[in-house]
């Protein structure tokens, strides 16, 4: 594989949506999103009130990377070899005595390759995006709750009632019910009945729709003329997210403008990635869209436009149509590995690009803390850290430490999401607005197993990589 990676080189271009093209306030989103799962849970499931308060140096148990283990509510940190480098149960994080007693120095009962393991799965969930991470806090503290309240409680079954959750809040007619509630067109799903709107609407949708400035980042100018660049060169631009197309809608006019949709020659809403990596395109066909509503399920790709739904087979032999070569080259931006990166790079082969914040957070953000009181913005109570910065209780995103036996130093190793970020990863940059400003015929350095683990991080990579350029690999 070429050492170096250019955008001049690809024929199309696609975008994941939210975390992607859409940057989220994260300080206050942490906390919208923490909000609408907790009254939900107090409120339609009986749960301890004190889920409703958090303090802001609860915000520091969230960490990109972890695994909840559902059936004894412990929380682990991988290595790249699939051994535990730290763990707690709930909130309370585990001494190294006790960390070796449960788990010892063997592969996690659940590990297995990296191709071969699911990010999703009846036994664990692995936290891997922004959405995620006021969760992974909530999970946390109801087994901190549940502990407390049935004197040290083993086994644990709230998963369900986290999923109920979900549906509550982020359920496909939600944000259309607020539509209706707002007087504006109001659809309803085919098979679904919506009930009482203002009863099931849920938290999230709502607020977001209230004051879209307080939770998203319109983007940049310097992103939209590249858009634009990109368009003007040629390129096929394609936006692929799993949110429907209402709130999609809502999102790109905010963020990009009434015009964005001249920007992307193909939509595709409620992709419901990964599958729509994985799947068959008999398992997954493209439906057509009617005033954001699903119409007809399509046998094949024949044309551009909006869609819903569908499979990157079909997406392709579009793709092949629209430039007339037989292997057109797409490189897809996305924030999630799990939904994003690893799907597009092992089932579909296209090159990929890592949106990692954290390597925002690790190089130029300060801390809250230091910010005078009169600096901070009209939002800034007792908000969340921004979730992309350092965790102190489970340390760096990128590497830890292993404990050293009796009469050894500790080692340092790679964590599980890093090795993953270097193996499925073409490059990793830290927002789009980091390289807006580069020509496109520009050469970055990629991942690859040639080249040492901190080769495609552009501008920089991580400064706890580059101080530690010498790692135990496993």
């Not at 690809?10 to 949506?17: H, I, P, Q």
């Not at 607020?207 to 939770?215: N, S, T």
């Not at 130029?364 to 007792?382: A, C, H, M, V």
């Amino acid at each position: 594989m070429a050492q170096h990676f250019s955008l001049a080189a690809c024929d199309v271009v696609g975008f994941d949506l939210d975390h992607t093209l859409c940057r989220y306030n994260l300080p206050e989103s942490a906390v919208l999103i923490y909000n609408s799962f907790a009254q939900f849970l107090v409120k339609e499931k009986g749960y301890d009130k004190e889920l409703l308060t958090v303090t802001p140096e609860d915000w520091d148990f969230c960490c990109k990377g972890l695994a909840l283990d559902l059936e004894d509510g412990n929380f682990i940190k991988l290595a790249d070899n699939g051994t535990v480098l730290r763990a707690s149960h709930g909130t309370n994080m585990m001494a190294p005595e006790a960390l070796v007693e449960e788990y010892g120095r063997k592969e996690w009962k659940h590990f297995m390759s990296d191709a071969g393991m699911a990010c999703r799965s009846g036994k664990y969930y692995f936290y891997d995006n922004y959405f995620d991470l006021p969760g992974a806090l909530l999970c946390a503290r109801v087994v901190d709750s549940l502990t407390k309240q049935n004197n040290g409680q083993k086994t644990f079954d709230f998963w369900k009632d986290i999923v109920a959750g979900i549906q509550h809040n982020y359920k496909m007619s939600a944000f259309k019910e607020i539509t209706a509630l707002g007087r504006l067109s109001h659809f309803s799903v085919p098979g679904h009945r919506p009930s009482t709107l203002a009863e099931n609407c849920g938290i999230y949708f709502p607020e977001i729709k209230r004051d879209p400035g307080r939770y998203l980042h319109t983007c940049p100018d310097s992103v939209k003329k590249w858009l634009q660049q990109l368009k003007n060169a040629g390129k096929i631009l394609l936006l692929i997210t799993s949110s429907h197309s209402d709130y999609c809608r809502l999102l790109c006019e905010y963020i990009l403008g009434n015009d964005f949709t001249d920007l992307f020659d193909i939509v595709i809403t409620n992709a419901l990635k990964p599958g729509f990596f994985s799947h068959l395109p008999s398992q997954r066909p493209f439906w057509t869209l009617e005033n954001d509503e699903e119409q007809e399920a399509l046998p094949s790709l024949d044309k551009p436009g909006w869609y819903s739904q569908g499979n990157a087979v079909h997406l392709y032999e579009l793709l092949k149509k629209m430039t007339g070569k037989n292997e057109p080259k797409v490189v897809y931006f996305g924030d999630s590995m799990h939904s994003d990166i690893f799907p597009a790079r092992h089932y579909s082969n296209w090159e990929t690009v890592l949106i990692l914040e954290e390597l925002r957070g690790d190089r130029d953000r300060k801390p809250e803390e230091s910010e005078p009181l009169e600096k901070k913005g009209k939002y800034e109570g007792s908000k969340a850290k921004p979730l992309n910065t350092l965790s102190k209780k489970w340390g760096s995103f990128f590497i830890d430490s292993v404990s050293g036996l009796e009469n050894t130093e500790d080692s340092l190793v790679y964590t599980w999401s890093c090795k993953r970020i270097s193996t499925y990863s073409t490059i990793a940059i830290p927002s789009i607005e980091a390289i807006a400003e580069l020509p496109l015929d520009y050469k970055f350095s990629r991942f690859s197993s040639s080249n040492s683990k901190t080769a495609g991080y552009y501008p920089n990579p991580p400064l706890i990589l580059s101080n530690n350029e010498t790692l135990t690999t496993k």
